[in-house]
């Protein structure tokens, strides 16, 4: 695939940039004509009705409102919420669904220019078509929910580290690595996970300085400013509830993937009977984080048949036999041909049947298998091209393995599908590579003349 890269060809004028650019400004367009053409301008995500209750509590008791869904649940998104709602507060859904389209939006075109520069500038333009008409993706950002503004988030940082090492300046460093981290800590602000999205991207930044003084000087800036977000939420919930967290969703997100009775899904009855500590009456949020992680250690076989599963149901397609999570609330599963097909008892035979099973499994085979191809043709063209890979891949896998430790769900792929969606895009160009020579070299008899 390297050699493919090295080559020099006349770029067809589609992938220049203002045809680029111009094709994500018109999915915009698209985007708030249909925002207003919808009810209410949005729909509500899996846990939208939490982060508007956390919104109305700080809009009626101020920032540092006792809700218990800002402590929940992170209440970084229900403070982006109030934030808007301070502009309009009978318009809110509008407001958020333009506000995340629009950052949505830049992150797409920033991401595909930088890609449009690189020696990957043939897949700028499906790359631009799939992040913007990919429906479930695309449409997240009308949805109730961090899941676009963390994609966004990781488009636009990776873009800008992209962006530093193509103008290797000391002011543009210092520039793209103040919003990296601003970015990132922004991300987190939202979902405590995106931490490990944000130090793991900065630690592959600074591996790219060259020097151990420069990449330590990168790393600790960066988490020093990525920090300020998600610890200005501890100093709010140390004020409002007296307790030193983000949220306290984790012990018991993970505890619903562990058991013996769990399958590592939502619907697996799972649960690990963790005890309170002495004195207490009630299971805090860390001792049942420590009380699964044991339960972990003490079952490994349990362990691995989770883990077996919770990639599955990580990968799983939106609707289906094989379908797990948190995704009834897609916009794009209510008018897709697989929804559909589950109306009626017919179709409901079909696609949930052996055939809804074949394809469900070929569906899912075929993205992860055009995901490691991505991967692996990138890593292999060395380089540029190589960070980019790692770049890009990094926030999916480490996404996987928080799904692993928690729980399968393939609503927790959403935050880093552009970037999956990328390496596959890769990955169909890899597979054409490795079929052209394949037939290349079967027009050749063994003793090298040729049929």
């Given at each position: 695939m390297?050699?493919?890269f090295?080559k ?9 940039r203002?045809?680029?650019y111009?094709?994500?400004l018109?999915?915009?367009l698209?985007?708030?004509?249909l ?18 209750t ?5 809009l ?8 218990g869904?800002?402590l929940?649940?992170p ?9 808007l709602?301070?502009i309009?507060f009978s ?14 939006c ?7 220019e930088k ?18 008409f ?11 929910g961090y899941e676009?503004l ?5 488009l636009l940082s990776?873009?800008l580290i992209?962006?530093a ?5 000391k ?7 103040f ?5 990132q800590?922004f ?5 405590p996970?995106?931490?490990l999205?944000g130090?793991v991207?900065?630690?592959?930044w600074g591996?790219?300085?060259g020097?151990?003084?420069s990449f330590?000087?990168l790393?600790?800036?960066g ?5 300020v ?11 409002a509830?007296?307790?030193a ?13 562990a ?5 590592g899904g ?11 500590g ?5 299971v805090?949020?860390?001792?049942e ?5 044991t339960?972990?250690l003490?079952h ?11 990639s599955v149901f990580f990968?799983s397609?939106?609707t289906?036999p094989?379908?797990?999570?948190t995704?009834?609330?897609n916009p794009?599963a ?5 929804g ?5 008892a ?11 099973k074949?394809?469900s499994w ?8 055009l ?6 043709g990138?890593?292999?063209a060395g ?8 770049l ?6 480490l996404?996987w ?5 928690t ?5 927790f ?17 890899a597979?054409?590579d490795i079929l052209?020579k ?9 003793n090298?003349?040729?049929?």
């Amino acid at each position: 695939m390297s050699s493919r890269f090295n080559k020099s060809s006349v770029i067809n004028p589609i992938l220049q940039r203002r045809n680029l650019y111009l094709l994500a400004l018109l999915v915009l367009l698209a985007k708030i004509l249909l925002i207003f053409s919808i009810k209410n301008g949005g729909w509500l995500g899996a846990d939208g009705e939490s982060y508007r209750t956390g919104a109305n509590g700080i809009l009626a008791d101020g920032i540092f409102s006792k809700n218990g869904a800002l402590l929940y649940w992170p209440a970084g998104y229900s403070i982006v919420m109030w934030l808007l709602a301070l502009i309009s507060f009978s318009k809110l859904r509008i407001l958020i669904s333009i506000f995340q389209s629009i950052i949505y939006c830049a992150g797409s075109m920033f991401f595909v220019e930088k890609i449009r520069q690189s020696r990957l500038q043939k897949m700028a333009l499906p790359t631009a078509l799939i992040l913007g008409f990919n429906p479930t993706l695309s449409l997240s950002s009308l949805v109730i929910g961090y899941e676009s503004l963390v994609a966004s988030s990781l488009l636009l940082s990776i873009s800008l580290i992209i962006h530093a090492q193509q103008k290797p300046e000391k002011k543009i460093l210092l520039l793209c690595l103040f919003l990296v981290a601003l970015l990132q800590g922004f991300a987190a602000f939202m979902q405590p996970r995106s931490l490990l999205f944000g130090v793991v991207l900065l630690i592959l930044w600074g591996v790219q300085q060259g020097t151990r003084k420069s990449f330590t000087k990168l790393v600790i800036i960066g988490i020093c400013i990525l920090a300020v977000l998600p610890i200005s939420l501890v100093a709010r919930n140390i004020r409002a509830n007296d307790v030193a967290t983000v949220s306290t969703n984790l012990g018991i997100t993970m505890n619903l993937g562990a058991g013996n009775s769990a399958t590592g899904g939502y619907d697996g009855g799972g649960g690990v009977d963790c005890k309170a500590g002495q004195g207490a009456k009630t299971v805090t949020d860390n001792q049942e984080v420590l009380c699964v992680l044991t339960w972990y250690l003490h079952h490994p076989i349990k362990t691995a048949e989770l883990a077996i599963n919770k990639s599955v149901f990580f990968w799983s397609p939106w609707t289906g036999p094989l379908a797990n999570g948190t995704m009834g609330r897609n916009p794009w599963a209510k008018i897709s041909p697989m929804g559909r097909m589950g109306v009626s008892a017919q179709g409901q035979a079909l696609g949930y049947g052996l055939f809804g099973k074949i394809i469900s499994w070929l569906w899912l085979s075929a993205g992860l298998l055009l995901f490691f191809l991505g991967f692996i043709g990138l890593w292999g063209a060395g380089g540029a091209e190589r960070f980019i890979g790692s770049l890009a891949a990094t926030p999916v896998l480490l996404a996987w393995l928080t799904s692993i430790g928690t729980i399968g769900d393939h609503r927790f792929r959403l935050p880093t599908m552009p970037l999956s969606l990328f390496l596959q895009v890769v990955g169909v160009f890899a597979l054409q590579d490795i079929l052209r020579k394949r037939r290349r070299g079967s027009a050749l008899e063994p003793n090298g003349e040729a049929r």
